[in-house]
């Protein structure tokens, strides 16, 4: 009867993927005298933002739930208290799934340097994650910390209604909410901020510039100001993380499939199964179940996924246990023992959004 069970896990994840692209989740952090309210608070509205809060800070968690197509399906703030240790929301937010992380704003005669300095731990918390296998993102403010999971958002002089003048620390909340409420279908490339009248403006070149810098930065286009391009901090590309990995998009797309294919096979199909080449096949299948879902959601390109088991790492493995692998076919290597090890590839391509259009008109 095979493996019913990791099946419909399977493409239970993926709806849910498609439909979590849709609306997402901000984690907030705040600095705050108020008594009695450290810890965290889950809204789901900006009507449910503690009304005991300080008015920069309820300002700070309003914004996030601006959104862009749509607007976060919730905001959760951890409030610290002014002198708390910035340690205790990273250890909660470590145990809590949120799409993208923000900073708190300055508050107080110090709150320049502490929210710097905050934000700079924030940052450095994304990245000793995601270098353990965890996919936290993060906008931070003028950071640039070279890591696909931190959003080094620049903008300047950010002018909104009448005569208030933002920085890019008292906006990333704002474009954690946009980037969470950013279908996965499409990306935040000329986002458009509505509420933002002014910016500090840039040249061309000088645009250009601060986004191959990695450096996520605002624009005016001579109407309104909008996002310049979705792109993170990671400036040094490698083979196994090339240019697409600085794209805001793309990496939220292969954070989904890292977490969603882990999480469902650790809680549905490791101990609970023989390893043997027919389980093998059949994880294999579920996991091609997944994708071709996320293929017919527009997240994935259609036929393009492939998954396997390794015929390398799985040679390699059974060569280091003594077997002499030389005369064994490649059907011979699958079906062979590798005891408590499954050892699988997969191939995808991962939609990217339309941002750079050539049309060449002739008269």
């Known amino acids: 009867m095979g493996l019913p069970n990791i099946n419909i896990e399977f493409k239970t994840a993926a709806g849910a993927a498609i439909k979590r692209s849709e609306k997402g989740v901000v984690g907030v952090i705040v600095r705050d005298a108020a008594v009695g309210l450290q810890g965290a608070h889950v809204m789901t509205s900006a009507a449910e933002i503690p009304s005991g809060l300080d008015s920069e800070n309820k300002r700070y968690l309003a914004q996030a739930f601006t959104g862009y197509i749509n607007a976060p399906r919730k905001v959760i703030a951890y409030v610290l208290g002014a002198s708390e240790e910035f340690t205790s929301a990273l250890s909660y937010f470590q145990t809590v799934e949120a799409d993208y992380l923000a900073g708190p704003t300055p508050i107080g005669e110090d709150g320049e340097a502490a929210a710097a300095a905050d934000a700079d731990a924030l940052a450095e918390w994304v990245k000793a994650q995601r270098a353990d296998d965890a996919t936290p993102k993060a906008v931070v403010p003028n950071s640039a910390k070279n890591n696909e999971g931190v959003i080094n958002f620049t903008a300047s002089n950010i002018k909104v209604g009448e005569g208030q003048v933002y920085s890019a620390t008292q906006y990333c909340s704002r474009i954690a909410g946009l980037l969470a409420g950013t279908p996965m279908t499409i990306s935040c490339t000329y986002a458009p901020l509505p509420e933002v009248a002014d910016i500090e403006r840039m040249t061309k070149s000088e645009m250009d510039e ?3 810098d990695g450096k996520l930065i605002l624009c005016h286009d001579g109407e309104k100001v ?17 240019a ?5 998009k793309i990496v939220e797309v292969v954070d989904m499939l890292r977490k969603d294919i882990k999480r469902t096979v650790q809680d549905n199909y490791i101990g609970k199964y023989s390893n043997s080449y027919d389980n093998k096949c059949l994880l294999i299948s579920a996991i091609k179940g997944y994708l ?15 998954v396997g088991i390794n015929l390398d790492a799985q040679r390699a493995y059974l060569k280091g246990a003594g077997v002499d692998v030389s005369a064994l076919s490649d059907q ?11 050892f699988l590839s997969a191939r995808v391509k991962i939609l990217d959004a339309i941002e750079d259009i050539d049309l060449q008109i002739a008269i």
């Not at 909008?226 to 090339?242: D, H």
């Not at 071709?292 to 994935?300: C, K």
């Not at 699958?334 to 090890?341: F, L, M, Q, R």
């Open 210 to 212: 601060a986004i191959d």
């Open 226 to 242: 909008k996002v310049a391009r979705g792109v993170n901090s990671l400036t040094t590309t490698t083979q196994e993380k090339g």
């Open 244 to 248: 697409a990995f600085q794209k805001i």
């Open 332 to 342: 011979e290597i699958k079906e062979a023992d590798t005891a408590d090890k499954v």
């Open 292 to 306: 071709e879902t996320l293929e017919l959601g527009g997240i994935l390109q259609r036929g393009a996924s492939q």
